[in-house]
């Protein structure tokens, strides 16, 4: 080399940031799906279904009266809804005016960033062409579609607890402090927009553990679990704090009184959420709406089951049989649907609905048996919590729409296998024993 030669001038390291085409056509793609899915359901003119709640909680924000519902001497404080898809909708609110129709394209909105949390979290997991096949199948389940049509808090859910999910991965892979408080705070925030999810920190914990002891000196791993559950904390208390302050009563989340349907023959039609709810009495009297049950919708499910143990076992039975059904909500409440989603093709919908559960199975059977099992198990725990709370609690999860994209991407996992299989099955390839030989 010529000494006399100038030094190579280094460049500055610039991150490259991938091309906005692919995630800009899973958003496109999954918006058009969930608007087509919202005008069959509500037609040109679509109102929430069973969510005059939400909206009445929502436009009360707007207009500066608080989180609150309107009552017969005018807005009074409640805890009665979790509080975050109400916020969500009060800024549309705010924005665009009294217009349900805005709030419902913002459930759409919500929906449609499901599929690019695939693609993340299955880039993480499983892999980037695992995570666009999954994608596509959320795009276009029906479940998804319809959660996104009605103004509930599945979208907003499912979209927060595959944020929760991708944030422990990325933790658990690279461990820091910062880390674990922001997955923390990702994690309160889910349970701010379902209270059934509150438990949910605990588990992922306990799976966390084992691998974060693998790279964390013991203290350091006890160190950052406490920063999760501090990030826990700080997402929560402000709500609680206003709570006891407006309500003058301890009300983490939500004290919706919901417990399960009582006495309902195996023939009768459940209704949309499966759940009777206190209503609230705004009386000067009383407690304020949404104060009559501070130990919330779990304890008080819990102690109506406790007190008819003999009826839990029909109860969990039929609550299992309505949450892995081969269809979809009609939505509606007990009016049921409006539109023709649920009503249209029925039997399209159940083969998709069936041809996603085998997928999902032969899916976490090549997991199960894979070298990375521990770290791809992490979806599971999300499907497997909402299923046990069904059989303890009948009745609590209104759907099981929040876990249907782990589905999706366990489906995904079968697809891919089953393609690899039949690909090396043309080629005269066998695998055996995890490896592969030619067949001759």
């Not at 899916?363 to 521990?374: D, E, I, S």
Request: hydrophobic share 50%; net charge positive; aromatic share 8%.
């Amino acid at each position: 080399m010529n000494a006399l030669a100038p030094p190579r001038e280094r460049l500055p390291h610039r991150r490259e940031w991938p091309h906005p085409g692919p995630w800009l056509l899973l958003f496109a793609a999954g918006f058009a799906v969930r608007a087509l899915a919202l005008w069959l359901v509500g037609g040109a003119r679509p109102l929430p279904a069973g969510a005059a709640d939400i909206d009445s909680v929502a436009w009360n924000l707007a207009s500066g009266a608080g989180f609150a519902l309107d009552g017969p001497a005018g807005p009074v404080p409640t805890a009665h809804l979790p509080p975050l898809l109400p916020w969500l909708v009060s800024l549309v609110y705010r924005a665009a005016g009294h217009r349900q129709l805005a709030a419902l394209l913002l459930q759409c909105a919500l929906g449609s960033l499901v599929p690019l949390l695939l693609v993340a979290l299955a880039g993480v997991t499983f892999g980037l062409t695992t995570g666009r096949l999954a994608a596509w199948i959320a795009i276009f389940d029906p479940l998804l579609a319809r959660s996104s049509a009605s103004l509930g808090e599945e979208a907003l859910f499912s979209t927060l607890l595959l944020v929760g999910l991708l944030a422990t991965a990325e933790w658990v892979k690279t461990p820091r402090r910062g880390r674990a408080l922001g997955t923390g705070l990702l994690w309160g925030l889910g349970a701010l927009a379902q209270p059934a999810a509150i438990a949910l920190p605990i588990l992922v914990t306990g799976w966390a553990w084992t691998p974060l002891g693998l790279t964390l000196a013991p203290r350091e791993r006890v160190r950052q679990v406490l920063f999760l559950i501090l990030g826990v904390v700080l997402a929560i208390g402000p709500w609680t704090l206003r709570n006891a302050v407006v309500l003058r009563t301890f009300v983490p989340i939500t004290s919706e009184a919901r417990r399960p349907v009582a006495g309902r023959p195996p023939g009768a039609k459940q209704a949309a959420t499966g759940l009777r709810a206190a209503p609230p009495e705004p009386t000067g009297a009383r407690p304020p709406p949404g104060a009559q049950s501070p130990t919330g919708a779990a304890a008080g499910a819990l102690a109506f089951v406790g007190g008819r143990l003999d009826e839990w076992p029909a109860q969990a039975t039929r609550g299992l049989a309505g949450f892995w059904r081969l269809g979809i909500e009609d939505g509606g409440g007990p009016g049921g649907s409006r539109g023709g989603l649920a009503r249209g093709l029925p039997s399209g919908i159940a083969l998709w609905f069936a041809l996603l559960y085998l997928g999902s199975l032969w899916g976490l059977a090549r997991t199960m048996r894979g070298a990375r099992r521990w770290f791809q198990s992490l979806p599971l725990l999300a499907i497997l919590y909402l299923v046990a709370l069904v059989v303890l609690i009948p009745g609590l999860p209104r759907s099981r729409a929040p876990i249907e994209p782990a589905l999706a991407l366990y489906a995904a996992v079968g697809l891919e296998d089953l393609r690899h299989r039949l690909r090396a099955r043309a080629r005269g390839i066998k695998l055996v024993a995890g490896k592969w030989r030619g067949a001759g």
